[in-house]
């Protein structure tokens, strides 16, 4: 009985047991319908609560959204907090993705395919920053994300965004050649052309 018991407990993720996962790792189908009081994703097989952030970084992460959806193309789609399938073991949840829309149900889709994504976006916390600087563009870029933005609180808590783009052989990121720092005002062509005023993203 002991055993039938445990095994059951294992197919799917629980308030109970979320933090006992399987010798394997939890895979998506295990965890994705699991509701937890906290903000959460899943970690090479490990469901790892995600820290609460400041009002700062909640207010640039939304005006940067912003920006975004008033500049996008129509084959384009922004979301903020979204979960991004990589694989079974992996489904961050960036603080900003841009993706292609075409070919998704979004009504229907539990998380983004990578494979859809164009431009993944940090905005870094107190306690994000190894994540944001090291662990999840390593993540973003061997899966082929083709962009990614990291967005640091620099002085006079004005936002500064380093812009990279993704080298396909190395499956690596390099900053963006001439401009990888912007401060002040935002100006780029990729993934599509985005102008956006760093200064005025933290104005009441």
């Known amino acids: 009985m002991g055993a039938v018991m445990v095994g ?6 629980t308030p109970e047991n979320w933090m ?3 010798a394997e790792g939890w895979t998506f189908d295990q965890v994705k319908d699991l509701e937890l009081p906290a ?3 899943l970690v090479d097989g490990e469901i790892v609560v995600r820290g609460r952030t400041v ?10 959204e912003r920006c975004l959806e008033d500049t996008m193309t129509e ?4 979301a903020s907090e979204q979960c991004v399938f990589v694989d079974d073991q992996n489904t961050p949840v960036p603080d900003i993705v841009v993706f292609d829309k075409q070919g998704l149900d979004l009504f229907e889709t539990r998380a983004i395919p990578v494979t859809k994504a164009v431009l993944m976006i940090e905005v870094v916390s107190t306690g994000s920053r190894q994540d944001d600087r090291v662990r999840k563009p390593a993540l973003y870029a061997s899966a082929g994300v083709p962009y990614y933005w990291r967005v640091e609180r620099g002085e006079g808590n004005l ?12 499956a690596e990121y390099f900053p963006r050649p001439g401009r990888a720092c ?3 005002k935002l100006e780029t062509d990729f993934p599509y052309p985005i102008a956006i005023d760093l200064a005025g993203l933290v104005e009441l």
Do not use: D, F, Q, S
């Open 75 to 78: 084959t384009y789609c922004v």
């Open 55 to 64: 009002w700062w970084h909640n207010h640039v992460r939304r005006r940067i």
């Open 39 to 41: 903000a959460w994703e």
């Open 182 to 184: 912007h401060a002040g």
């Open 20 to 22: 006992y996962p399987p």
């Open 159 to 170: 936002p500064e965004v380093h812009e990279y783009w993704l080298n396909p052989e190395r």
């Open 8 to 13: 059951e407990r294992l197919v799917k993720a």
